[in-house]
């Protein structure tokens, strides 16, 4: 609180009553603004950097007054993907098998079995909105300057891939911000990666055809056919059939992208965070 005159206060809004980082500076507009104060008519100013004098109200006598500058920015954050086209033929469900069997363990990537970018695609519809929300919450957190996110957790994609179920996709983010008048500008970069291990061919359900029998058929007639002894029934067909034992192999890959945006910096505002 300053005075003009003697017992008449002027009142003049600071930052902590503010609500926005930044502010207009607006005079009476009469004769008796001073000429340095006039010079400051409609201009911005932030909180954190005070322009000579103080800011407006603070300076003895100063009867301006500090109008919250709330910038109208088109707020937007896009990721643009790199790496993920390319590929293979398309693997079956009997090829993730046939490889568990005959590959000596081998892993593969996911653009080798021809399936990366419907993976790539099925992700990023379950988690573009969460990044965003979760960069932008970061990005508050920095204001200005460098920062980094690592995320990642397990995905299910068998309704995509059936062999590929409980795979692991995550990343991280590295990238900067800058705040101008209450609004981010964000970039960065993403190093997304995936991994999984192809272990356990009975488990996907798939028929393998193996001397005329499935895998399937032949783990499980052993107990049919134990049960069926149990109640007097003859057993059907052989008891075993040989069944090949094979080496479990790593499901991997990884790819990159870029992202960009504009938020503000308040998140009652923003669409994002």
């Known amino acids: 609180m300053q005075y003009l005159r003697k017992g008449t206060p002027i009142r ?25 104060h006039a010079e400051r008519e409609g201009q911005i100013f932030s909180w954190d950097d005070p322009p000579e004098g103080g800011h407006p109200g603070e300076d003895y006598g100063c009867r301006c007054t500090a109008d919250p500058y709330l ?45 990366l970018s419907a993976i ?6 379950q988690v573009e909105k969460r990044l965003k929300d979760q960069i932008a919450t970061e990005a508050r957190d920095k204001s200005t300057g460098s920062f980094t996110y690592p995320f990642g957790r397990p995905y299910n994609m068998t309704s995509v891939v059936f062999s590929i179920e409980d795979t692991v996709i995550g990343g991280k983010f590295s990238g900067s911000v800058e705040e101008q008048h209450g609004v981010l500008n964000a970039e960065g970069s993403f190093d997304f990666y995936l991994k999984d291990e192809f272990s356990d061919p009975a488990d996907i359900g798939v028929e393998v055809i193996d001397q005329g029998e499935t895998i399937f058929e032949n783990i499980h007639r052993p107990l049919d056919n134990y049960l069926r002894g149990r109640t007097g029934l003859p057993p059907r067909g052989p008891q075993r059939l040989e069944i090949q034992t094979g080496e479990p192999y790593s499901i991997t890959d990884d790819w990159s992208g870029t992202l960009r945006g504009q938020i503000y910096l308040d998140p009652a505002r923003s669409a994002y965070g």
Do not use: C, Q
């Open 12 to 36: 003049f809004e600071t930052k902590n009553t503010k609500p926005t980082t930044h502010y207009i500076w607006r005079t009476r507009r009469d004769g008796r603004v001073r000429s340095s």
């Open 71 to 115: 910038p109208e920015a088109s707020e937007s954050m896009e990721i643009a993907l790199r790496g993920v086209s390319g590929g293979g033929a398309v693997w079956s469900s009997t090829d993730f098998v046939r490889h568990y069997y005959h590959g000596d363990g081998r892993g593969v990537t996911v653009r080798e079995t021809g399936h």
């Open 120 to 125: 790539v695609d099925e992700y990023m519809a």
